[in-house]
Structure formats: structure tokens, C-alpha cells
């Protein structure tokens, strides 16, 4: 088996992102959820999301937007956000080995916590 390699370009990015994203679909927990919310416009999401991953990991300027309005109305809450999270680093860590690829996890960590805390403050919600 070959030696794992870091994120290191855009077509890293999408695969880190089209795998996971692929993996999320089909989980039984968290999958229903994204796939009512997202529809037929997968292919416009993950290229969003990869534009999105691609600024945090490589620097790039693709992207323009705020991430958290469109969970705010999820019905999501911790549990949702850790098989997320699990689902991301297992994905990262199958692929890819550096200093991105364990950027890539400290974000998604720091993502769903800052989401959570966000989401129990609009809904008046004591966090745990």
C-alpha cells in the first residue's frame, strides 16, 4: 500500500470532499437529513463545499458565503454533529496524512462546535 499523501491541490480537495460527502448520504443517521434538505443539487453543494474547504486548507479566495444560515433551521443538534464529525475525520484519515489533513480535522471540530454553540443560542437552549 502506498504511502499516504497531504492535501495539497484543489482535485485533493474535491476528493476529500465528494468521498465524505458520498459517505454522509448514505449514513442512515445523518444522511436523510442533508439528502430532504439538499434535493437534486448535490453537485452545486459539493462544489460549494469544496470551494469552501479549498479556502481554509490552501488559502484560495473561491469562496463567498456564510456556512451557518443554512443549518439554522435543520433539525439537527449534537448527535448529528458528532456522527458528522466522525464521518469526517475517519474520511480524512483514510486518505490523507500532513499538516492539511489535520488542519482539515481541527476545522471540522472547531465547525460543528461553533455551529452547536450557535444553534443552542438561537434556540434557547442550555448547552450541556
Known sequence: MSELQDIKDFSDVQQMVHSFYSQVRADDFIGPIFNERIG??????????SRFWESILLGANRYNGRPFPPHAQMPIGKEHFERWLGLFIDNVDQQFKGPNAEEAKLRAFNIANVFLHKLAALRGEQEE
Open 40 to 49: 437534486d443539487r448535490w453537485e452545486e453543494h459539493l462544489d460549494t463545499l
